[in-house]
């Protein structure tokens, strides 16, 4: 299974980004996909996640109404649509894959497979 993220990149305060990761090498019918970001000297927080089976979907508090994720399930594409970008905002974004079932309302699930981080800067 191979997970590639792009879409990152130096943006202004308020500015927008759109993050993509497309999933290769599996074919299941449940599955999630989920955004996790580390910023420099923080630990890995959560981001928000999507159900390729319902649709539902799971947000941090820090990103809601700001950040929107959606999915391609004919692509098995994730994207992070963030708006109102802040300078907290500024991390190493990962797309990550779960395995199963999952209904956004249970939080993050626990992650079967992880691709490599797009880095997002937010600065003036």
């Known amino acids: ?41 923080k630990e890995r927080e959560g981001v928000s996640c999507i159900s390729f089976s319902d649709d539902s979907t799971y947000y941090a508090d820090s990103v809601g109404g700001r950040f929107t994720i959606s999915r391609d399930n004919a692509k098995n594409t994730v994207y992070l649509q963030m708006n109102g970008l802040k300078p907290e905002d500024t991390a190493n974004y990962y797309c990550a894959l779960h395995i199963g079932y999952y209904r956004g309302s249970w939080g993050y699930p626990r992650m079967d497979y992880w691709g490599k981080g797009t880095l997002v800067t937010v600065s003036s």
């Open 1 to 41: 299974v191979q997970l590639q993220a792009s879409g990152g990149g130096l943006v202004q305060p308020g500015g927008s980004l759109r993050l993509s990761c497309a999933a290769s090498g599996f074919t299941k019918d449940y599955y999630a996909m989920c955004w996790f970001r580390q910023a420099p000297g």
